[in-house]
């Protein structure tokens, strides 16, 4: 048996049960991971809560998109894996069918790539989703390069820390935006060159002084909401490009009438596709092999508090990923 965590309705933490489950074989094509660690993502709450983009099946959904472990059995016509791999979950888009709180899973085998050597799988956890989804939205879509002046909204989650690493990977400059003045060293040490404190600073009028007066060259935005209009105000005009990758702020957010390029990005449009996977992986295991990339780790919960995690992860003060261990 495997335990699982399902819940029947949306609503608090408290709806997230463990349950016990026949372990499933890999069919043709798939590959089953006994789970190490689990990355716990703001998609996962919004789903738990009834927020869900899309139509989950209820009751008895699960929940999860990330996790890293080994290669405990392959179904037939596998190749290229191994009893015993250590692997990362690179797609789960059935994650309230199939989802990654759970101590197996049963994937299609290329839904996984190697985890990185030298990573342990706490911060293995906690790699795909953040850096993927910043590596997509910065380098496959915005096109950032050498120089560019990036802010980055939510800078002390997951993606922004993430973001701000791989700014200064390419040779970019990370300009980080945070509510609180408290989480200011932290991300100066994190590889900030400015950080903008919405509870003190003007938004605009600080990445103007950041960037010589130009504004910033790409915005990564992971809270939408009301305030995207001041945020299309930060950045250049006509070539700047303003893309959201999270809505955190469930409010309406206008149209933007600056002159500039809106990009809303989906991580799907490329954890779905090989070849931008094996783009990603390469970047990612890059950045690890050197040291630019290392992702940041708030607090490690076990499969049994995974009720206490959501609950941690909705108080919003983590810096960071939160991650489970199974």
Known sequence: MSRVVVFDETGTPEVLQIVDEPVGDPGPGEVRIKVEAVGINRLDQMIRAGMSPRPIRLPHARLGI????????????????????????TAVPDMDTNGT??????????RVAARPAGLDAISAAALWVAYSTAYGALVEKAGMQPGDHVLIT????GVGLAAIQIANQIGAIPLAVTRSAAKERTLLAAGAVAVIVTDRDDVVEATHRHTNG????IVLDSVMGPGLAELADAAKRFSGRLITVGWLDPRPAPYPASPITMIRYMSFE?????AAVHRITAFL??????GALRPVIDTVFTLDDI????????QGHHTGKIVVTV
């Open 66 to 89: 990330e996790a890293t472990g080994t290669i405990d059995a392959l179904g037939s016509g596998v190749a290229g894996w191994a009893t015993g791999d250590a692997v990362i979950v």
């Open 101 to 110: 709180y759970a101590e197996h899973l049963v994937l299609p085998a290329d």
């Open 154 to 157: 939510a800078a002390s989650s």
């Open 214 to 217: 130009i504004g910033a060259d």
């Open 270 to 274: 490329h954890t779905l596709d090989p």
């Open 285 to 290: 295991t890059a950045g690890i092999r050197t």
């Open 307 to 314: 009720v206490a995690a959501h609950r941690y992860l909705e």
